[in-house]
């Protein structure tokens, strides 16, 4: 028997049921900006090896948790494994970004890769899952992620990091069939990725479309937003996800918040440039947020965090459905105390707004 949760604040936040304290985790929390992190992967001697050692995963998952009195935790892991079981060969080059061996490009190239199995070849993601819940004991919730299919495409179309992703969006206007293919088979993919991870422990889900906002409207509806509601419907009815609050988060997708609401997910992720008391108007109360301040804050002073800590939860009021994160990645140059500067104000400032 699974032990019962200690802490289920993120939880309840996630279902807009009322909380005594906003519930706070930060996007990539396990991360470089960490000495204690930077110690576990240089034992394991790469990042891909950290990820698929599911006892050093977990390591590095729980070591943020040691440090703040976060709400929830993050499988250490990253959006690339999917690609990676496909075949395309993924490396992180020293202090550089992903790179894909085999890139995707032709007909032929979408036409081959299929969707892997998760309990063999993405077996140490499920591995990481099932030491992590087992670690955690009930002290918060795990979430389990997966990237987005656009955003799985904008890699492996182009092979690497990219600003702008050029390469995949000329496949979406030169030949669109075969970007729909691709996108089909990541859907699929993502979907079953997702529900293997809730099948070994995982409490809740989170998808990352970081490159969502590349798109314009109607780009984004038709290879973006079509793809996130198809796995959000799979999920609806997949025995072991069905009861799990799946986040979804799109950057740079502000004008799209209502639609993404429509698809029947339970929250959305927030980047920072838009007031959540803005972005709560457009969900009409439908969805939690999740979000949103700007990760440069955290070089500034503990006392401009604290204050740009309050301006976020003021934005969102005091109503319930609200989980307090920044609007995207930790930076490796991070003072860890600016963290925890960060977390406790959350606590303490909510507590307060409750009382008001
Ligand atoms: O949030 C967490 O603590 C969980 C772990 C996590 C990682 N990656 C670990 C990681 C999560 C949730 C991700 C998601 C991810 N990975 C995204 C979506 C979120 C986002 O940031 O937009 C994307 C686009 C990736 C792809 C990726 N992985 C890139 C572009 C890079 C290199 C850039 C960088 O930050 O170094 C990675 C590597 C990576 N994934 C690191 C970590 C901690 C750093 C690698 C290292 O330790 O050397």
Redesign the pocket.
């Known amino acids: 028997m699974p032990m019962p949760l200690k802490n289920d604040r993120f939880l309840r936040a996630l279902r807009r049921e009322p909380v005594d304290t906003t519930p706070v985790w930060v996007?990539?929390?396990?991360?470089?900006y960490l000495p204690e992190?930077r110690a576990t992967?240089a034992k394991a001697g790469s990042?891909m090896a950290?990820a698929q050692n599911p006892e050093l995963a977990c390591e590095v998952t729980l070591q943020p948790l040691d440090r703040y009195e976060l709400d929830a935790a993050?499988?250490?892991?990253?959006?690339?494994t999917i690609p990676d079981a496909m075949g395309l060969g993924l490396s992180?080059a020293h202090g550089e970004?992903?790179q894909f061996a085999r890139p995707v490009r032709t007909r032929a190239e979408v036409e081959r890769l299929g969707v892997p199995d998760m309990e063999s070849e993405l077996r140490y993601v499920m591995d990481a899952v099932r030491v992590i819940r087992r670690e955690l004991a009930g002290r918060v919730p795990l979430i389990g992620?997966s990237?987005s299919p656009w955003?799985l495409a904008c890699?492996m179309v182009e092979g690497e990091?990219s600003r702008d992703f050029a390469t995949v969006k000329a496949m979406c206007w030169s030949d669109p069939a075969m970007a729909h293919m691709l996108l089909e088979t990541l859907a699929r993919s993502v979907a079953a990725y997702l529900s293997a991870q809730a099948a070994a422990g995982a409490q809740a889900l989170m998808i990352?479309d970081?490159w969502g906002g590349l798109l314009g409207p109607a780009a984004f509806r038709e290879f973006s937003l079509r793809y996130l509601s198809q796995v959000v419907d799979v999920l609806k009815s997949d025995i072991h996800a069905r009861d799990l609050p799946l986040i979804l988060f799109s950057?740079g997708a502000n004008g799209h918040l209502a639609e993404m609401a429509a698809t029947g997910c339970a929250a959305l992720g927030v980047d920072w440039t838009i007031d959540l008391s803005d972005a709560r108007k457009a969900v009409d109360g439908k969805v939690a947020l999740q979000g949103n301040l700007d990760p440069a804050v955290l070089r500034a002073s503990p006392e401009v965090i604290r204050r740009e800590v309050r301006r976020v939860l003021d934005s969102y009021g005091n109503h319930p459905g609200h989980v307090f994160n920044l609007g995207?990645?930790v930076t490796?140059e991070v003072d860890p105390e600016h963290v925890k500067v960060l977390v406790d104000e959350v606590h303490a400032y909510s507590r307060i707004l409750r009382a008001a």
């Open positions: 996007m990539r929390q396990a991360g470089r992190y992967r990042f950290l993050i499988l250490f892991s990253d959006i690339l992180f970004g992903p992620f990237g955003t890699y990091g990352f970081t950057k995207h990645g490796p």
